[in-house]
């Protein structure tokens, strides 16, 4: 059987299948909206009710709160990708609500995602790429000098990676247009525009409420939905069974389904997290809304079956920094090194 013709046949049967399920359908969304800002805002309100007694059990309640603005986000980035509602002009007010709790540039993140989109999993666009969609091979790897493997090692270390840089990126980077083109003019007045909203909020909430409280709630809210945030970004496209190719053998439909993970969680969490986990439907067709990833994935499974990744796997997967050419999987610095001694 001739396998890249297959393919092919294969990615034109999945990107049919996915596509039935590309319309938003408006009483799910809003049900959507109800379920992740109502939940977040009590979660705040609760935190805030705490704090006079119990600052400490107010920061306790930061996790579930963090959890929950997840759910707000996968609905930013959906109005982001206009898949959330048919009306342009709803995606576009309600994304910029949730860039308030979010604290992300709607516009600004909108198309820098997009960018994401048109590179996955592919060896030979990777200047383009985020720090957490983008890897080199061994070989170039180890032709690097002993300084630059340092430098390149650093900050993909999960510790920083997954841990010290998420809160940086979301408080203090995206306040900045420090990756954003001077012709981008929509993108930075969005940038300017956000920055602007956030500060009258929090000075209307500081001046009510006092900044020790404002500053302590939402800082914990903030660190642990952008650490949780940015671990489900850095497994969505580095994980153990991922499939990376040059352009000439890079195929849209075949990244999507070997390059993007299907992280099977239970039910709660992929509630919980907007249904994100069905990652490689979402870059089969971004059109998909959130809340039909589940339906358009029972769908296209039955086409062109993928094995999952598990909670446990998700975990391991940070490791994963390089793409092994002989081996055709991804590998850990460490197992890279260790080849090579």
Known sequence: MDTGRASIRSGVEVRRAAAVFARPVGHQG????????????????????VYPSSPLLSVA??????????????????????SFFASARANAFV??????????????WARQHGLHHGHWSSLDRR????????????????ALSRWERLLHRLPRHPLIANVLLPPFVFLVLYRLPFDTPSRW????????????????????????????????????VMVVASILGVWLFSLQHRFETARWAPRQKWEP??????GSSWFKLPLVLHWLTGNIGFHHIHHLNPRVP??????????VHALW??????????????????????????????????AAA
């Not at 050419?325 to 890279?336: G, I, M, N, T």
């Open 253 to 258: 439909a075949e990244a999507s389904m070997e």
């Open 290 to 299: 959130n809340y039909r990833l589940r339906a358009a994935h029972d769908a």
């Open 127 to 142: 200047p383009d790429a985020d720090l957490y969609s983008a890897c080199l091979t061994v070989r170039e790897y180890l």
């Open 61 to 82: 309640l930061g996790f579930p709160a963090g959890a929950l603005l997840l759910r707000v986000f996968i609905i930013q980035h959906d109005c982001g990708h206009g």
């Open 95 to 108: 994304g910029r609500a949730c860039s308030l709790l979010t604290m992300t540039p709607f516009a600004s």
């Open 185 to 220: 003019v929509r993108e930075r007045h969005s940038i300017y525009l956000t920055n602007a909203a956030l500060l009258t909020l929090f000075a209307v909430l500081v001046l009510l409420l006092g900044w020790q409280r404002v500053l302590t709630i939402h800082l914990s």
């Open 305 to 338: 079956p993928v094995a999952p990744l598990s909670l446990r796997g998700g975990l391991a997967a940070p490791w994963l920094t390089l793409w092994d050419e002989e081996k055709e999987r991804l590998v850990s610095f460490h197992a890279a090194a260790k």
């Open 30 to 49: 809003i049900s959507q909206l109800l379920t992740s800002f109502g939940p977040f805002i009590a979660a705040c309100v609760a935190m805030y009710l």
